[in-house]
Structures are given as C-alpha cells and as structure tokens.
C-alpha cells in the first residue's frame, strides 16, 4: 500500500475524477496532450467535448493538468499523477512468467548482498528503468574473518569477511616488506580478537585498545589494524547503488543533462528512500530538490531483515509510467528480498479486484 495518501486535497466528484482517470490513462499510453475530442469518444466518459472541456479548464485551474504550449489538448501534473494513483488506479497482478524468472535469479546460496543485488538488477529489467537500492544489511552482521595478502613490494591487501557474505578489502602501503611469519602472528592476532565483532562496535577507542595489545614488533603493523577500522566504517556507510542507468539515458522524456547529474549526485536520494519504512513510497521530482531530474518519479518500498529496516529498493522513471503494473513489482521484490534475509514466509501477491484503489489496499 502506499505509504502516504493525499492530504489536503478535496475528493474530485464524479464526472472529474472520471475525466482525470482517462486523461491520466491515455497520456501514460501515448505521452501526448489528450483533447476533449478524443475523451468524448471513450464511451465510460458519456459526455460532450463542451463539458469535457469545461471539466479540463476546472482540472487546470486546480492543478491537476497542464496545458503544453499551444496545444488544446492537457498533460497530467505531478499532483493530477498522485491523486490518480491514490484514487483511481487498480493494479494489474504481475506476469506469473516474470515472476518465475525473477524466483530463479534468487536463491538461498546467495550473500545477502547479492540477493540485493540481483532483485534491483531484474526490476531494472523489468521495469526499463533505473533501479535503485540502498542496503545496510551489514548492520545485521559480524566479522567472521580477517586476512592480510601480499599485493607486491611494501604493498598488502587488508580482507574482511562477515557473517552475511559481505566481503571488502583496503590496499595498504607500509614501511618496510612484512615476512610470512609476521603476517601469520598479525593474523592470527586479527581472528582472535575480531571474530564474531559486529562493525558498528569497532569504535577508535576499540581499535586504540587492540593497538595497545600489540606488542614487540608487531606494534609496527599498527597501520593495518586502522585498516579494519576503516573497513568497518565503510560497512556502516549507507550508500545508494543505481543499475539500468542507459534505460534513464534512452527515455527521451528525461533531459540527458538531468540524468547525468542525478548518475553524479545519485547518494542524495539516500534520505528520500530511507525516509519512510512502510508500503510503497512516491516521490515526484518536481517535489523534491533532491531529485536531480525534472519530470520524473522515484517509487520504492523498504525491505527488512529480521523484522528491522534494511534498506529500500525502488526505480527512478519519467512520471509517464505504468503504475498500475510497475508497483506489484516492486512490492513483489521488497517482500522477497525480505523473506530472503530474515528466512521467513514466502511473499504475498498483490491483491488487484475490479474497481480496488490504492488507498483499499
């Protein structure tokens, strides 16, 4: 369900809401301004093209429509997209086909973020959009290995591994070339006082502890153990991963310049994904400064693990899409992910009944 209805809108009556609904369907059909002559042939309208008119003019002034340039035909507006999915729209059930492929490119043997990874890789597939995710699932972990591999002269690989198959690594330069001997001890020293740590407790003042434990020459790798802790720090930091980018950059209804910049500045919709941890969250760019592109629309759904937030995933599109059919996507793919990393029930459909709206949902 969606996460936050329209308030402050008066509800449309009849003929209105009717006019808009068809508006709204057409243009995410066609992208083009819908006149009152072809509404009139849409026999659910039953109304002349005068009264159609008339309707449009008060759907504008109240800002639900736009009237393009000198066109006599009117585009939904932000505001006209938002009461029409809270109000009018009935989801489609996803294609038990898709939903198939999408089950098989997800399995238990999987990292958890690789689970993520791949839900967000499929719903830019299906969607023809940018999927977006932000994932701190990391948070749900503990470090279950440390490793130090030599990458040539005076150059080592630092290796952390966690509970949940996260795995990152920090290239080190040191002082002097390390013997095997030392980085067995330095090791060993690592796994035993790191193993079964969550990230979020290698505070400097844990990390300053352990570098006090060091003794003899082993005091001189002082720089790797700062490694783990910045390791660690990383781990912590929500990040935003964006896939399907050249689906954004093919849309001609996004200005190219808007897409570049978001692929730039992509780490501020962090706020926005993590903002609300219930139902389906939408977002129009033409609300938010945040969103670096105009006439556009972030929709997106948080996933849990173990009944606490985890993160979100979502697609950033034009504002024409199909929400009738996206939305059960990504409500599919947030109960899934979920039900994946906590190893709980298996995702429910989406329920879609004739005249059904969102806000029934």
Do not use: W
Request: glycine residues 6%.
């Amino acid at each position: 369900m969606l996460n936050q209805p329209i308030t402050g809108v008066e509800a449309l009556e009849g003929r209105a809401a009717k006019i808009l609904g068809a508006i709204v369907d057409a243009y995410i059909i066609t992208g083009e301004p819908i006149g009152s002559k072809a509404l009139a042939q849409n026999p659910e309208i039953g109304v002349s093209p005068a009264t159609i008119r008339n309707t449009m003019a008060a759907l504008e002034q109240d800002g639900y429509l736009d009237h393009p340039h000198t066109s006599a035909g009117r585009v939904p507006t932000y505001k006209g997209f938002r009461y029409y999915i809270e109000n009018l729209m009935s989801l489609e059930p996803p294609n038990p086909e898709t939903l198939s492929e999408i089950d098989a490119r997800l399995n238990d043997e999987m990292s958890d973020e690789a689970i993520i990874e791949n839900a967000s890789t499929a719903l830019a597939e299906i969607t023809k959009c940018a999927a977006i995710t932000t994932n701190h699932v990391s948070k749900f972990s503990v470090i279950t290995k440390v490793d130090v591999v030599p990458a040539g002269r005076r150059m080592y690989v630092l290796l952390m591994i966690t509970s949940n198959g996260t795995i990152k690594n920090k290239v080190c330069r040191m002082e002097f070339d390390m013997t095997n001997e030392q980085m067995a001890d330095f090791t060993r020293f690592l796994n035993e006082h790191l193993r079964g740590v969550d990230p979020e407790s290698m505070s400097e003042d844990y990390v300053n502890g352990l570098t006090a434990a060091l003794s003899g020459y082993m005091l001189s790798l002082a720089p790797l153990l700062h490694a783990v802790y910045e390791l660690s720090e990383e781990m912590l930091r929500d990040s935003v991963e964006v896939r399907g980018e050249a689906n954004l950059l093919a849309c001609r209804e996004l200005p190219p310049e808007d897409v570049i910049k978001f692929i730039e500045q992509k780490a501020e919709l962090s706020g926005l994904l993590e903002s609300a941890f219930s139902g389906i969250n939408i977002r129009f760019g033409e609300e938010y400064d945040t969103i670096a592109i105009s006439n556009s629309t972030l929709v997106s759904a948080s996933y849990y693990k173990d009944g606490k937030p985890a993160g979100a995933l979502g697609i950033i599109g034009p504002m024409r899409l199909d929400y009738r059919k996206v939305i059960p996507y990504i409500e599919y793919l947030s109960k899934k992910v979920t039900q994946m990393l906590s190893d709980g029930e298996e995702p429910r459909l989406p329920e879609a009944k004739e005249g059904d709206n969102k806000n029934d949902k």
